[in-house]
């Protein structure tokens, strides 16, 4: 019964789910690219040897922001996810050779939490060495009430502090308007302000009068145990939406 709850809250939740898988169907393949072309160019600079190495990605749903290209370097991917759909999709995009693919459904937080927090541990059951976190830290909050959002924070700040490394992208910002598309670097983790003011600094004269409903996404103290830089990429995500993704890691 668990596992049955599982692939529900998989299936229908507030950020992810067959309601993602519809929008990709819709702008995956044109909307998107650029974004997905921009975050490979990064990922390829945090991960440099990716045919040495064994990637634990966590919460791809089915993949649609990873370059395929890219990820089928990689020597052997796990991919973890509670969406029953996510496997065979992540599959056929990122691996066809199945020996070196393998999807496991699973709450990741949940069993994170029962492994300590201990990031080492639960990476190394799965037959990983470097995790990356795929569009997931940022979408916590629309996930979990405040008191489990306390706990998950804590327990983060505790996993990601280790010496496992990893790599996250995720929203730190969502405007209602289709944005530009920028690229945007700091040595350490910009201030609201600052990075907010970096963002708009490059918008049309004619749109910046909307900066006061940019919406910022919670991001927990686990961001502590980044290391710079932190990079930041526009992703239109609708014709009249856009997220600003931050990605950053330890590796």
Same mark, same amino acid.
């Not at 069993?111 to 059951?125: K, N, P, S």
């Not at 992703?235 to 330890?250: D, F, H, M, S, Y």
């Given at each position: 019964?668990?596992? *049955?709850?599982?692939? $529900?809250?998989?299936? +229908?939740? #507030?950020?992810?789910?067959?309601?993602?898988? *519809?929008?990709?169907? @819709?702008? #995956?393949?044109?909307?998107?690219?650029?974004?997905?072309?921009?975050?490979?160019? /990064?990922?390829?600079? @945090?991960?440099p040897?990716p %045919?040495?190495?064994?990637?634990?990605?966590?919460?791809?749903?089915?993949?649609?922001c990873?370059?395929?290209?890219?990820?089928?370097?990689?020597?052997?991917?796990?991919?973890?996810?509670?969406?029953?759909? #996510?496997?065979?999709?992540?599959?056929?995009?990122?691996?066809?050779?199945?020996? @070196?693919?393998?999807?496991?459904?699973?709450?990741?937080?949940r069993?994170?939490? !029962?492994?300590?927090?201990? *990031?080492?541990?639960?990476?190394?059951?799965l037959? =990983?060495?470097?995790?990356?976190?795929?569009?997931?830290? =940022?979408?916590?909050?629309?996930?979990?009430? /405040?008191?489990?959002?306390?706990? $998950?924070?804590?327990?983060?700040?505790?996993?990601?502090?280790?010496? &496992?490394?990893?790599?996250?992208?995720?929203?730190?910002?969502? +405007?209602? $308007?289709?944005?530009?598309?920028?690229?945007? !670097?700091?040595?350490?983790?910009?201030?609201?302000? !600052?990075?907010?003011?970096?963002? &708009?600094?490059?918008?049309?004269?004619?749109?910046?009068? $909307?900066?006061? %409903?940019?919406e910022?996404? /919670?991001? =927990?103290?686990?961001?502590?145990?980044?290391?710079?830089?932190?990079?930041?990429?526009s992703?239109?995500?609708?014709?009249?939406? &856009?997220?600003?993704? %931050? +990605?950053?890691?330890?590796?």
């Open positions: 019964m668990k596992r *049955l709850g599982e692939g $529900i809250r998989g299936l +229908v939740n #507030a950020s992810g789910g067959v309601g993602y898988h *519809l929008a990709a169907l @819709r702008f #995956a393949s044109r909307l998107w690219e650029p974004f997905r072309e921009e975050l490979a160019r /990064e990922l390829a600079r @945090r991960f040897s %045919e040495s190495t064994d990637l634990v990605v966590v919460g791809p749903s089915g993949g649609y990873l370059d395929p290209a890219f990820f089928r370097r990689f020597r052997r991917i796990v991919a973890v996810d509670m969406d029953p759909l #996510a496997g065979a999709i992540l599959r056929s995009r990122l691996a066809p050779d199945a020996d @070196r693919f393998r999807f496991v459904r699973q709450d990741f937080l069993r994170l939490g !029962e492994e300590g927090w201990d *990031l080492g541990a639960w990476t190394r059951g037959g =990983g060495e470097a995790v990356l976190f795929s569009n997931l830290l =940022g979408q916590l909050g629309f996930l979990h009430g /405040e008191a489990r959002m306390r706990e $998950i924070g804590a327990g983060l700040a505790r996993a990601l502090g280790g010496e &496992t490394p990893w790599v996250s992208f995720h929203d730190r910002f969502s +405007v209602g $308007i289709g944005a530009p598309r920028v690229s945007l !670097e700091f040595a350490s983790r910009p201030g609201s302000r !600052e990075l907010a003011d970096a963002w &708009t600094a490059k918008w049309d004269a004619s749109a910046r009068g $909307i900066v006061g %409903e940019i910022e996404h /919670e991001i =927990g103290e686990w961001v502590n145990g980044a290391r710079g830089p932190f990079r930041y990429l992703w239109r995500l609708e014709a009249r939406r &856009t997220q600003l993704i %931050e +990605v950053c890691g330890k590796t």
